[in-house]
């Protein structure tokens, strides 16, 4: 039986999923990747959607029979022991100081494209995006369900605009080019793009809040992943046509460039409404899955009785507060020490692979029948995504030494007293 009120529609599920993955690449990774891959990005989306979609197969399959809004962590430690759940949710919730000031700076970059804002004048905008998402996640989660599906209807109006009014596809441009000899480049194209990816397993925190979680789970799922797989690719052909891509400049202001083509530049003002919007999509996914993590932890006595408290529209409301809090410190803290976005997201991406490819081997344990074969196929992607990373994986490798270090120091001073106790 589910502990939080059962309102999500797989419509609804869908939008939140695919605004999600959306998010803040929409508009910038495309041009990322054809940077990097030219033409042959074009196929190197339909390559990352094949080996994303045996990760979203297992966590379809994981959610589908354990639906619980714990999520990732919870999935790991049914499946790895209670220890393991503990240190899975302290890595998820080591994203929140790196990851969420990464998007909340992307976020407050559209408007400062508009117009000459001070960094003051930015940290404001971040401030009253986390407080946006607080008075939304103070809704029943079918009112963040809405808000994000019609958020994802105007980014995917937004990419349907361009071809429409540049005609594409073009005779020039073709929807899947011959890339004989070119094949080295799909490598580079997707270390950049497998980000794109990252916000599945925020969404199984909202596994126990669908009406019909067997059946309506896993659909939201698939779905909401081949919908932003296809509006990517969508956007990728529309850069390479209009090559609004070639280097950093380029790539960070590839929707604005194609609008001031298409429309001229009062087309600027929507450009930075829908980027932002899609920022605050991807984001709102994110705390609202940060705060049912706390909820569940609390809800179990893992945590403080008192984050375990809901509002009368049934939804973690003091956990939410906990969650908006802490990355409006975060915030305002790596505003104070000019860190930057590149720094952030480096940081933030280890810790993602790391909880992929423990959900994944929670899957090979979990699971049984081809779906078990399904989620050993995805633990070796995600492990071969982790070896890519390199040094950038060290971080997320080593917090999670730290973590488990301490957490023996903990349990060994918790048994002093016992066997103290019991010598006597």
């Known amino acids: 039986m589910s502990r939080l009120n059962q309102e999500l529609s797989l419509l609804q599920g869908v939008g939140l999923l695919s605004t999600s993955l959306l998010g803040t690449g929409i508009f910038v990774v495309p041009a990322l990747a054809a940077t990097a891959a030219g033409e042959v990005s074009l196929w190197a989306w339909l390559v990352l959607i094949a080996l994303v979609l045996p990760v979203a197969f297992t966590f379809a399959q994981l959610g589908r029979h354990y639906p619980h809004a714990g999520g990732a962590p919870h999935l790991i430690g049914r499946a790895l022991g209670p220890r393991m759940e503990r240190l899975s949710a302290l890595l998820f919730l080591a994203v929140l100081p790196v990851g969420l000031p990464a998007a909340l700076s992307i976020a407050s970059g559209f408007w400062s494209a508009l117009f000459d804002l001070s960094a003051s004048a930015n940290l404001a905008i971040q401030i009253a995006t986390l407080v946006a998402m607080l008075l939304l996640g103070q809704r029943p989660a079918r009112a963040s369900g809405l808000i994000q599906g019609l958020i994802a209807v105007a980014i995917i109006a937004t990419v349907a605009l361009i071809w429409w009014a540049g005609d594409l596809p073009r005779a020039s441009q073709p929807l899947l080019p011959a890339i004989d000899g070119a094949w080295h480049l799909l490598p580079a194209a997707l270390g950049v793009m497998f980000w794109c990816f990252v916000g599945i397993e925020a969404f199984s925190h909202m596994g126990e809040e669908f009406k019909n979680p067997e059946r309506d789970f896993p659909l939201a799922l698939l779905l909401g992943v081949l919908l932003a797989g296809l509006v990517y690719w969508a956007c990728s052909v529309a850069v390479l046509s209009f090559h609004a891509y070639g280097d950093v400049t380029s790539d960070g202001a590839s929707l604005p460039r194609m609008l001031d083509l298409l429309f001229g530049e009062h087309a600027r003002g929507v450009s930075?409404?829908?980027?932002y919007?899609?920022?605050?999509?991807?984001?709102?996914?994110?705390?609202?899955?940060?705060?049912r993590l706390i909820w569940s932890l609390a809800d179990e006595g893992k945590l403080p009785a008192t984050l375990a408290q809901r509002n009368h529209h049934g939804v973690p409301a003091r956990a939410l507060w906990l969650v908006v809090l802490s990355c409006a410190l975060c915030a305002t803290l790596t505003w104070s020490l000019s860190v930057s976005v590149d720094q952030l997201i480096r940081y933030a991406n280890g810790n993602f692979v790391v909880i992929y490819l423990l959900s994944m081997v929670a899957?090979?344990?979990?699971?049984?029948?081809?779906?078990?074969?399904?989620?050993?196929?995805?633990t070796l992607?995600?492990?071969?995504?982790?070896?890519?990373?390199?040094?950038?994986?060290?971080?997320a490798v080593g917090l999670l030494a730290l973590l488990a270090v301490l957490d023996q120091a903990r349990l060994a001073h918790s048994r002093r007293p016992l066997d103290h106790s019991a010598r006597s």
């Open 363 to 378: 899957g090979w344990v979990l699971l049984r029948g081809i779906w078990r074969w399904i989620a050993g196929l995805s």
């Open 381 to 395: 992607l995600c492990a071969a995504v982790l070896v890519m990373l390199g040094i950038d994986a060290w971080y």
């Open 272 to 275: 930075a409404v829908v980027g």
């Open 277 to 291: 919007l899609a920022c605050f999509a991807s984001m709102n996914i994110y705390v609202q899955g940060f705060a």
